[in-house]
């Protein structure tokens, strides 16, 4: 399984941005599909988590903000992410289990990790 995230920049403070992780040698609906970040001397959390069922699992922190979707033409999870923070400012990496498990929010949950794209929200 290969992850190639794209789609980070800098974007002002209220601005938007979308990110894509574009995932090949498994389908969409094989895999949990999730999205995490980490900001300078912080922990990876996890943003989203989209299962291979379809249902979407979104941190409080982001929620009704950003917005997962799926591509399955493309086999590619898009992030968009709207009102943005400077605390959203971090790198954001894709991430695939490809087990199924139960425990999504764990990052050692997942098998499969594409390379970070940075945003920064800023003025």
């Known amino acids: 399984v290969q992850l190639q995230a794209s789609g980070g920049g800098l974007v002002q403070p209220g601005g938007s941005l979308r990110l894509s992780c574009a995932v090949s040698?498994?389908?969409?609906?094989?895999?949990?599909l999730a999205w995490f970040r980490q900001a300078p001397g912080k922990e990876r959390e996890l943003v989203v988590a989209?299962?291979?069922?379809?249902?979407?699992y979104y941190s409080d922190s982001v929620k009704g903000r950003f917005t997962a979707s799926k591509d399955s033409a493309k086999n590619t999870v898009h992030l968009q992410m709207n009102s943005l923070r400077p605390e959203d400012t971090a790198v954001y990496y894709c991430?695939?289990?490809?087990?199924?498990?139960?425990?999504?929010?764990?990052?050692?949950?997942?098998?499969?990790w594409g390379q970070g794209t940075l945003v920064t929200v800023s003025s």
């Open positions: 991430a695939a289990d490809t087990r199924r498990s139960v425990a999504i929010t764990a990052a050692t949950t997942y098998d499969f």
């Open positions: 040698g498994r389908t969409l609906n094989s895999i949990t």
């Open positions: 989209r299962r291979w069922s379809g249902s979407t």
